[in-house]
Structures are given as C-alpha cells and as structure tokens.
C-alpha cells in the first residue's frame, strides 16, 4: 500500500502514521463496521469521484441497518471525502470511509461503544491485475451469505471473513479470484464483484436477493441501456462454463474479464467484444470523457 500524508478521523486530520485506535476497539473484536469502497479518477477536468453521491448514501444506510448512529451527516461525510483528496493531492485511486464502534465497552452489547468515523485515500491501481485479458477464477466451497444469516445489503467489515476464505482458497489452489454459490446452489458473485455473463449477445446477472446491491453493477445497466439487453435471472454453475463471456463488476475490479472457470476456458478464452465494448463505456465514463453520465463525477476542485 502507498501511504499518503493525512487521514480523516472524526472531524479532523490527523499524520497517516498517528491514525490508530486502542487494542480494545469494539469492531477490531466483534466485526460490527460498516465501510465503502471509492475511486476517483484523472480526468481532463481535474481529480473527479465516481458516483460519491450514491456511495455516501450506501454507506449511511449500511449503519443504520446495523443500527450505528452516525454523529455526522451524509452532506458532512461527501465534504470530508473531498478534503481528504484534496490534503493529500491524489489524482486518481481509492478512498475508504469506516464507520466503526471505538473504545468503551466489551462483550456483545454495542450500545455504549462510541461511534467513530474515519476517511483514508491512496493511489491504488486494478485490484485484480493490470495488464491481464481475463483472470482464473474456481467455484468456491464456501457458500455466500444468506439475507436471514447476515444483513446481506450492508456493507460490514465482519461479512467479508466470508469473502477472505474463499479468496485465500482459490489463491492457494492457483487461481486469482472465486466465485460463490447462493444457499440454493445457484451463482450469486465473487468475493468483492458482482458477476455478469454473455450468451447469444445477452447478458444475465444474478439478481441481489442475498447480495451487495452493487454501484459499479448498476452503472452497467444505466450506461447499456438501450444497447444491451440484461436479464436479472439465476443461473448455474454450467451456465457460466458454456457463457460466451463472464466478467466480473466492482469499484475495486471496475470491470474484469474472466477467462476460466474451473479449469474450463470461457468463450475465445480472452475478453470477448462485448465486455470490451463495456469496459470502454466505463472508462470513458468515469474518465469524464461521456458527457451523458457527467452526473455522476464530483470534480476535487
């Protein structure tokens, strides 16, 4: 990770190196934190957010289905995003807000444990690679969370010990990402993605019953609208060996091809024409070069 100069935490800006927490922190011991994942991009305007707005919102809600009453505003938090930028002077990366119980009481009960805020940002590139025409991926043995096991539609630090066993699963066997299973059985995403796949000029993603309803996934309905038909449905496992394509959505992945599964090539076996065409659309438009979705960059001005 690339340190930056300052960090936000609770209202102020505090040295990267002094951004810490007591040993005793609630959420360092029990999971209970909500937080979001961000990018900002260079574009010809200046350093631009994506979609802050709808980030900021995910966020808040995330705390109050986790019943976290935040001690700042939604209007608050999208200014110290920008600041946070701003201080540090990064054009294009990453941006984390937390949202977590601080030092003050133990056990199971949060209910006296202070609400704490924080804001990091650092240049970070493609999650899962640059350079690569499509990634390895494997069914994983873990299945992915159901809505009456977790709060599948927040955003909680302790959901994702889900998503680091199936990551480390499949780096240990070779590969570079997984893909998890619903309860049922049926594909319902990656460890952090959403998941998309092609047949016959179509696409068809899971829909978010028990799934992060994903900001980077929505924008991909948005932005082909009219040019590509999608179809929220389940499907298979198989369905995703005989896809003409499968590629993964995520503010981390943004748009990643994938090119194997289970050990079965997917389609031609590198990123297909239509998810080119896509990933071209997104960057375009998170660059600011598609005047059509301006609305969605806040300009770090």
């Not at 994702?160 to 299973?181: H, T």
């Not at 998309?196 to 019953?209: E, H, R, W, Y």
């Not at 076996?269 to 600011?288: D, L, R």
């Amino acid at each position: 990770m690339q340190e930056t100069k300052k960090i936000w935490m609770d209202g102020k800006f505090c040295d990267w190196k002094d951004a810490n927490v007591h040993i005793l922190t609630h959420t360092l011991h029990y999971g209970l934190g909500v937080f979001e994942g961000i990018r900002c991009y260079s574009t010809e305007k200046g350093t631009a957010i994506f979609r802050l707005k709808e980030h900021v919102q995910r966020l808040f809600e995330s705390a109050h289905i986790m019943q976290m009453k935040v001690p700042f505003k939604q209007e608050e938090i999208f200014q110290a995003i920008v600041d946070t930028i701003k201080i540090n002077e990064l054009k294009s990366g990453y941006i984390r807000p937390l949202i977590y119980l601080g030092y003050g009481q133990m056990g199971l009960n949060p209910k006296n444990s202070p609400v704490r805020v924080s804001i990091a940002v650092w240049p970070w590139g493609k999650y899962l690679g640059e350079g690569q025409d499509g990634i390895r991926t494997i069914i994983s043995s873990y299945t992915r969370l159901h809505s009456n096991i977790f709060m599948t539609k927040a955003k909680v630090c302790g959901g994702y010990v889900n998503s680091i066993l199936a990551k480390c699963e499949a780096l240990n066997n070779g590969y570079d990402e997984a893909i998890l299973l619903d309860p049922e059985g049926f594909v319902a995403e990656g460890t952090g993605e959403n998941i998309f796949i092609v047949k016959n000029g179509k696409l068809k993603t899971p829909p978010t019953d028990n799934s992060l309803c994903g900001i980077t996934r929505d924008t991909i309905f948005k932005m082909t609208e009219g040019k590509y038909e999608i179809e929220e449905k389940r499907f298979s496992r198989d369905d995703l060996y005989i896809a003409d394509e499968v590629f993964l959505t995520g503010t981390a992945a943004e748009i990643t091809p994938v090119r194997e599964v289970d050990q079965r090539q997917i389609g031609i076996g590198k990123t297909g024409p239509i998810t080119k065409t896509i990933e071209e659309m997104f960057y375009n438009t998170v660059n600011g070069k598609n005047k059509k979705f301006e609305k969605w960059l806040t300009l770090v001005k």
